[in-house]
């Protein structure tokens, strides 16, 4: 194995790792799953993997460096997609707080899962810290940048995506054990408390920064 496989592989190894360590990302898609919405699981991390997209493009340009350097402009820009987040597992709680019996659950839409989801991955702290402190070593300057960028970014979107939907489809299967109105009602507000838990680690995130 030449010395680039061997690091893409320690690469994807490693990106796995990560991907399999449940944080924000998982938290989000597993709570819009757990309320039993497919087509907004499939939003949420179509979302996530554009906001992993505009995070490597950003390397490829140095704007993660700027970004860097300008740490009150990044700390208003992720409070905003934490105070975003807390406002929709409210919103979630409380569309579902005087559910009548028999009453088909509300759920996140794709679109609505896929907005939500960039701003989530755009402001998440760990996402910064992976493709600031992480992601670098893996690049070698001495060649040319895009087509490394290209193939990590495939690798770990690919990894994202398949880790995602696992999360996501067992979250699922769980909400969907639901039968009563009583349980439905616990597991919608189960999804609006994760939401609510993910913006509230996230702030911690931030503040121990």
């Known amino acids: 194995?030449?010395?680039?496989?061997?690091?893409?592989?320690v690469y994807a190894?490693?990106?796995?790792?990560?991907?399999?360590?449940p944080g924000p990302a998982v938290a989000f898609v597993s709570g819009?799953?757990?309320?039993?919405?497919?087509r907004g699981m499939a939003g949420a991390i179509a979302g996530i993997n554009v906001a992993n997209a505009l995070w490597y493009a950003m390397i490829g340009t140095g704007l993660v460096a700027l970004i860097d350097r300008a740490p009150v402009v990044f700390a208003l820009l992720g409070w905003a997609g934490i105070g975003y987040l807390l406002w929709l597992g409210v919103q979630t709680w409380r569309a579902h707080a005087h559910l009548?019996?028999?009453?088909?659950?509300?759920k996140i839409g794709m679109g609505r899962g896929f907005a939500s989801a960039i701003a989530v991955q755009l402001s998440n702290p760990k996402a910064m810290l992976f493709f600031t402190v992480f992601l670098p070593p893996f690049i070698d300057v001495h060649r040319p940048i895009a087509p490394q960028?290209?193939?990590l970014a495939a690798i770990g979107i690919?990894?994202?995506?398949?880790?995602?939907?696992?999360?996501g489809l067992l979250a699922y299967r769980l909400g969907a054990l639901s039968l009563s109105p009583v349980a439905e009602?616990?597991?919608?507000?189960v999804s609006g408390a994760v939401f609510i838990l993910v913006a509230l680690g996230m702030a911690l995130m931030r503040l121990q920064q």
Do not use: Q
């Open 149 to 151: 960028l290209l193939v």
């Open 185 to 189: 009602r616990t597991v919608a507000r």
């Open 32 to 38: 819009i799953a757990l309320s039993g919405s497919l």
């Open 158 to 167: 690919a990894l994202e995506i398949l880790v995602l939907t696992g999360y």
């Open 13 to 21: 190894i490693t990106d796995l790792i990560a991907c399999l360590m």
């Open 1 to 9: 194995m030449g010395e680039a496989a061997h690091l893409l592989a």
């Open 100 to 106: 009548e019996a028999g009453r088909a659950r509300s």
